[in-house]
């Protein structure tokens, strides 16, 4: 189908695109690499009267690493997270996400801001941002603000993100010492996440686990963490039994969606596998020191 007429805008400059934003109002939409978008648009499920490109803003495109801290722009792409020096080295499990996104050209256009604001219930990202303790950094007309992961994410496709805000960067913690794993089991046609886990740990000196987080996407209507599981490992010798046990709280107390693609009952079921499977490889992966990188 053809979108709805619209009007075209393609700032230069951060500042252009904040006042665009906030001068058009909620008429108006951010474009950044159109994956969800364009297809929302073609659908008619969205018909923004003004698009405002931020696609040249070349600011937003940036990945840094410094004072403890990875921050990556809000558009960098998924092939950049799969492939740049930096992402793989601070925060492995980031790229292998990435690499389990759609096929090379939606990698190759999508954005991890994008991703992230679209909000998708079955978006990949979302789950190793929980995992990773990530911040979202949104400016809008009074300045920016930091946003953590676990209030970033807040329904079905709905975000911290206020109308007259841009998303600028995810910034994610380096120091930790985690292993960490994401593991997905994905619709065959369109690569989404019919159920997808990261998890990240780290040990104390022990070997017990002194960290443990667990993100969850594709089960709920939105992405959300596994307390219960973190919880009952804290302090813990992940054995495989242990690992097994506190998996099986995975899906406790959610509200587990059900489509053609699934029914409630087999995603709480992948919940609960993957997660134990995340945890497993994220355990190991810290012991031997070696992160499972995709090739890029
Ligand atoms: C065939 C296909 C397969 C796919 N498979 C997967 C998959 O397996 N896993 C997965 O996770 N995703 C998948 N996707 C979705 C893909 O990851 C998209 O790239 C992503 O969801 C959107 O990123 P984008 O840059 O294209 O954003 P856009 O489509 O341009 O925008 C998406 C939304 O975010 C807003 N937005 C974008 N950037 C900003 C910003 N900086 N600040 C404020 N608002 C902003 C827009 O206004 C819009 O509402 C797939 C998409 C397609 C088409």
Redesign the pocket.
């Known amino acids: 189908m053809i979108p709805a007429p619209f009007t075209y805008h393609r700032p230069k400059t951060l500042g252009a695109a904040l006042r665009l934003l906030q001068t058009l109002g909620s008429v108006a ?12 648009m073609k659908l008619r499920l ?1 018909a ?1 009267a003004h698009l ?1 490109d ?1 696609g040249r803003i070349a600011a ?1 495109r940036r990945i840094r690493a410094g004072g403890g801290r990875l921050r990556i722009g ?2 960098a ?2 092939s950049m997270i799969e492939s740049v020096p930096a992402v793989r080295r601070w925060v492995p499990v980031l790229a292998e996400t990435a690499s ?4 090379l ?3 190759n ?10 909000a ?1 219930p ?5 789950a190793t941002l929980l995992a990773l303790d990530a911040e979202f950094v ?1 400016q809008g007309p009074d300045g920016a603000r930091i946003v953590p992961a676990s209030e970033f994410f807040q329904g079905l496709m709905a975000t911290a ?1 206020r109308p007259d ?4 960067e995810i910034s994610l913690p380096t120091a930790q010492r985690v292993g960490a794993a994401y593991m997905k089991m ?2 065959p046609a ?4 019919l159920a997808g886990v990261a998890a990240s740990v780290a040990l104390d000196g022990d070997g017990r686990c002194r960290h443990v987080r667990v993100g969850i ?1 594709g089960v709920a209507s939105a992405a959300y963490r596994a307390r219960h599981v973190e919880q009952a490992l804290l302090g813990q010798e992940p054995t495989d039994e242990v690992l097994a046990a506190a998996s099986a709280a995975a899906a406790d107390g959610v509200d587990a969606s059900a489509d053609l693609h699934a029914s409630a009952e087999y995603r709480r079921h992948l919940a609960r596998v993957l997660t134990r499977r995340a945890l497993a490889a994220a355990r190991d992966r810290r012991r031997s020191g070696k992160q499972g990188l995709p090739s890029s």
């Open positions: 939409r951010v474009l950044a690499g159109g994956q969800s978008l364009l297809p929302m969205a923004p405002i931020i937003l809000a558009l792409t998924h389990t996104i759609g096929d050209q939606v990698r256009l999508g954005t991890m801001g994008g991703a992230a604001v679209h998708d079955a978006a990949d990202y979302p949104l993100l805000e841009l998303l600028i994905p619709n369109s690569g989404f996440a996407t």
